[in-house]
């Protein structure tokens, strides 16, 4: 007996005849039928092309990137002119620092082009750095170092590290130029931080205004603002001597330079020289039995001067500023029972 063979019509891989009718219009369905009626009965897609299938896996590849990836925080350190520079025109230049996060250290050199600039001067009276390790000063062809310490750190938008005076000698173009610039976090290890740098170029043509920019006030009677020297010691630093690292600030009229002197004695330090200094100074005594003296000058000549009491002071019978105090006063005594 032979079987009879039934033909049978293609299923819409097992599902439900009425979801095509929902793809023709004629019946409507949830939203869910609505996305397998798209399906045709051989199973492959139709509805979502090949190019959609693409996109959908680039959206979703961006957001596991911007989702799941850890936050960075750059810091930058950049220039700010006060105007475009003119032939024969002054113009400050400062550099500046912006940070998300505290950063405590930073140092770097600037670059400037030597043919159409002359460094005028250089201030550091309203910096955020405390510390100078390197002094900002000028050095061959056009180069301007820098280094130092902001004890707490500084976090901010927009950070004065130091400023610089130009007079415009020559028309031409040029630019600002930051190199081997870096800083380290507040973070008790001095870890790096990635630093975003930036030029500022500039065009020198024909003089492009008579005003000229205003002098900062040298003429006043206001010392430095009071400052406190630390003492400290490294291995890595002057061969792990002790050394002592100052910085005073005068809004008026910036910083002009430092004398230190030490002295066992605290009263007769008086008839001891000053000695030039900058910071960090590397202390003459080592056994830290000295009173150290820093006399902080600024550019109109002010003064102000500082004492660091001696880690380990001489005994009283070891000073001999002790036995002429006692001398002085056991001769007053018999000086007055004399006269009695």
């Given amino acids: 007996m032979q079987k009879s ?7 819409p891989c097992g599902k439900p005849q009425g979801i095509r009718a929902v793809f023709d219009g004629s019946v409507s369905a949830p939203p869910t039928q609505r996305f397998f009626c798209r399906f045709h009965p051989c199973g492959k897609p139709q509805g979502f092309q090949r190019h959609s299938v693409k996109k959908l896996a680039t959206l979703l590849v961006s957001c596991l990137l911007l989702f799941g990836a850890s936050p960075v925080f750059a810091a930058k350190m950049f220039f700010e002119q006060e105007k475009v520079p003119g032939l024969k025109d002054q113009f400050k230049m400062g550099v500046f620092l912006e940070t998300e996060e505290p950063l405590n250290a ?9 043919n159409l600039l002359e460094l ?9 750095v405390n510390l100078w390790l390197a002094r900002p000063t000028a050095g061959k062809m056009g180069e301007i170092i820098f280094s ?4 707490g750190g500084y976090q901010g938008s927009k950070g004065l590290i130091f400023s610089m005076t130009f ?5 031409g173009t040029g630019a600002f130029e930051i190199q ?5 976090r507040n973070d008790g290890e001095g870890t790096a931080v990635e630093l975003q740098t930036f030029t500022s170029p500039f065009v020198v043509s024909q003089k ?4 000229q920019i205003p ?8 010392p430095p603002e009071s400052f406190t020297p630390e003492i400290t010691h490294n291995a890595s630093v002057f061969e792990d001597k002790w050394f002592m690292v100052f910085a005073a600030q005068d809004k008026d009229s910036s910083m002009d330079h430092y004398e230190v002197k030490e002295s066992r004695q605290k009263f007769f330090a008086i008839f001891k020289n000053w000695l030039p200094a900058e910071s960090p100074y590397v202390l003459d005594d080592q056994e830290l039995r000295s009173y150290v003296f820093v006399k902080a000058v600024d550019k109109a000549g002010d003064k102000r001067i500082v004492r660091v009491a001696p880690r380990n002071p001489l005994p009283w019978y070891e000073n001999y500023e002790s036995w002429i105090i006692v001398t002085g006063g056991i001769l007053v005594v018999l000086y007055a029972a004399k006269k009695l």
């Fill in 148 to 151: 130092g310490i902001t004890p």
């Fill in 120 to 128: 005028q001067n250089i201030e550091d009276g309203n910096s955020i």
């Fill in 5 to 11: 063979k039934i033909k049978s019509e293609p299923r």
């Fill in 106 to 114: 930073v140092e770097g050199t600037v670059r400037f082009p030597i």
């Fill in 215 to 222: 002098v900062s006030e040298t003429h006043n009677n206001n």
């Fill in 167 to 171: 007079l415009v000698s020559h028309e």
């Fill in 180 to 184: 081997d610039a870096r800083a380290l």
């Fill in 208 to 211: 492009t205004t008579d005003i």
